[in-house]
């Protein structure tokens, strides 16, 4: 028996969305003052871990928990941009795992033209199938010099994921994961895997076996291999579109793939259906109004829930 399931949402706002290191993101833009930009991250954590037990109350209250670690400079700036405090925005008990978000302004500094700042300290969760336990790190790169052909400061690449994606092991054919990029200057998106150290800490190529398709920005997966968590560390990175191999920056996004099993049949993806907008669609929206918008999906997996991050 199929049994559907509708899923409303309403848009609101931006919201989603140790060993507890469970991924991040960080993308910024430029604010009206040239010599600032507007730093948004999402982190994710072991909710049993020490300082991240979201509540629903937290949700509510919007109030800023302490979080752990801070963002540094690391080339072109110097000392801690921020400590890494977030708004909660989902959590789950039985799955163990906190996620927030949070946006806070950085005065750029007068002398440089690029500038690159990360996140790094140990671990990420035990569970990894590779790479568990290992130290995190997250890189970001950005060029915050004014734009001749925008007159602004870049934006970097705007990407959203699920920080946990999950696919049914042993079900035939090829998996994708599509990390729904987009760039508020138009520019050419890729994708690619972090490399090396300073973009990936421990859990550096963790993910076997899977394709990165740079140009569309998805990963193609065959998961007949392992069953359990896979840590996966990608750049997102834009170009000019008038060509170029130079980006303008490079964006880290960070999250777990799960691969498990079940008795249940292979099953299709939920699928969207109408009044839902077309896939990749740009919907203009004015600065300091609420956008509100009805999304449905069909699924024919019965009592199963599923993620929504909407990308903007
Ligand atoms: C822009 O930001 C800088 C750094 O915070 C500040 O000193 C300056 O006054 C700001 N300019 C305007 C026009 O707000
Ligand atoms: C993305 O690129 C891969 C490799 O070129 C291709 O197989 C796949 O069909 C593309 N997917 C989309 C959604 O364009
Ligand atoms: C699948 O079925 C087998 C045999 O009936 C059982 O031992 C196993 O626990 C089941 N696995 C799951 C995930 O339900």
């Known amino acids: 028996m199929l049994l559907y399931h509708l899923v409303v949402i309403l848009l609101s706002i931006w919201s989603c969305l140790g060993s507890h290191f469970r991924g991040g993101i960080f993308t910024w833009t430029p604010t009206?003052?040239?010599?600032?930009?507007?730093?948004?991250?999402?982190?994710?954590?072991?909710?049993?871990?020490?300082?991240h037990l979201c509540s629903n109350s937290d949700i509510v209250s919007g109030q800023l928990l302490t979080g752990e670690g801070s963002l540094e400079c690391l080339q072109g700036c110097s000392g801690?941009?921020?400590?890494?405090?977030?708004?909660c925005t989902d959590f789950s008990e039985s799955e163990?795992?906190?996620?927030?978000?949070?946006t806070f302004i950085y005065n750029l500094p007068t002398s440089s033209q690029d500038?690159?700042?990360?996140?790094?300290?140990?671990?990420?969760?035990?569970?990894?199938?590779?790479?568990?336990?290992?130290?995190?790190?997250?890189?970001?790169?950005?060029?915050?010099?004014?734009?001749?052909?925008?007159g602004?400061?870049?934006?970097?690449?705007?990407?959203?994921?699920s920080p946990i994606v999950r696919i049914q092991y042993g079900c035939a054919g090829i998996n994708t994961i599509n990390l729904l990029v987009s760039d508020p200057d138009n520019d050419v998106v890729r994708c690619r895997w972090s490399t090396g150290q300073d973009e990936c800490g421990g859990i550096c190529s963790s993910f076997p076996g899977a394709i990165m398709n740079e140009e569309n920005c998805t990963?193609?997966?065959?998961?007949?291999?392992?069953?359990?968590?896979?840590?996966?560390?990608?750049?997102?990175?834009?170009?000019?579109?008038?060509?170029?191999?130079?980006?303008?920056?490079?964006?880290?996004?960070?999250?777990?793939?799960?691969?498990?099993?079940?008795?249940?049949?292979?099953?299709?993806?939920?699928?969207?259906?109408?009044?839902?907008?077309?896939?990749?669609?740009?919907?203009?929206?004015?600065?300091?109004?609420?956008?509100?918008?009805?999304?449905?999906?069909?699924?024919n997996?019965?009592?199963?829930?599923?993620?929504?991050?909407?990308?903007?």
């Open 115 to 150: 500038i690159a700042f990360g996140f790094s300290s140990c671990c990420w969760i035990d569970s990894l199938r590779m790479g568990g336990g290992a130290s995190w790190k997250l890189q970001a790169k950005a060029k915050v010099v004014k734009r001749v052909d925008t």
């Open 96 to 102: 163990d795992w906190t996620t927030g978000i949070r």
């Open 219 to 299: 990963i193609s997966y065959q998961a007949n291999n392992n069953i359990g968590y896979y840590g996966v560390t990608v750049q997102v990175e834009d170009f000019p579109s008038t060509g170029g191999t130079v980006p303008y920056s490079s964006v880290p996004l960070q999250f777990l793939v799960e691969v498990y099993s079940t008795n249940q049949s292979c099953y299709r993806l939920p699928e969207f259906i109408a009044p839902t907008k077309a896939d990749r669609e740009n919907v203009y929206v004015n600065s300091g109004t609420t956008y509100v918008d009805k999304i449905v999906a069909i699924s």
């Open 32 to 51: 009206d003052n040239q010599s600032q930009i507007e730093i948004s991250y999402r982190v994710s954590w072991r909710r049993s871990a020490g300082g």
């Open 80 to 87: 801690t941009m921020t400590p890494l405090s977030y708004h």
């Open 152 to 161: 602004r400061i870049n934006s970097s690449p705007i990407t959203s994921i």
């Open 301 to 312: 997996v019965p009592n199963k829930r599923y993620y929504m991050i909407p990308s903007y």
